[in-house]
């Protein structure tokens, strides 16, 4: 089973921007479909992106389409995520989620919050 463990998060003021990396350990990081979901205080968790393993097709929930990218770097076992044009609504804990054919894997969570 993959290890995730997720880095980058912070404080952006609105309209900034922040990267957040996700590095997995473990498995074979190609073999799996990567996201992205964060959770805000008091709400379920939620959607953000998602990229397959072939790097071929990313998805992305409606309120971040055009803001947020999804990457992936194979040979370096990590996954991206760029947030732009940053506002208080993106403010949340964001997970990197791992799904393969036979286990799926959690990160710790990274605090992304963004400032007026």
């Known amino acids: 089973q993959v ?6 998060g912070g404080l952006a003021q609105a309209g900034g921007s922040l990267r957040l990396s996700c590095a997995a350990s473990g ?4 073999d799996y479909h990567m996201g992205w ?4 205080p008091g709400k379920e968790r939620e959607f953000v992106a998602a990229i397959r393993s072939n790097i071929r097709s990313t998805y ?5 389409k ?5 990457s992936r770097d194979n040979a370096k076992n990590t996954v991206y995520l760029q947030m732009d044009s940053l506002t208080l609504e993106d ?3 964001y997970y ?4 393969g054919a036979d286990d799926n894997s ?6 992304g919050t963004g400032s007026s």
Do not use: N
């Open 37 to 40: 979901f964060r959770q805000a």
């Open 27 to 30: 498995g074979t990081f190609s």
């Open 106 to 111: 959690w990160g710790q969570g990274t605090q």
């Open 96 to 99: 990197c989620y791992a799904r």
């Open 66 to 70: 055009g803001r947020f990218t999804i």
């Open 3 to 8: 290890q995730l463990v997720e880095s980058g």
């Open 60 to 64: 992305y929930a409606d309120d971040v």
């Open 91 to 93: 403010s949340a804990v």
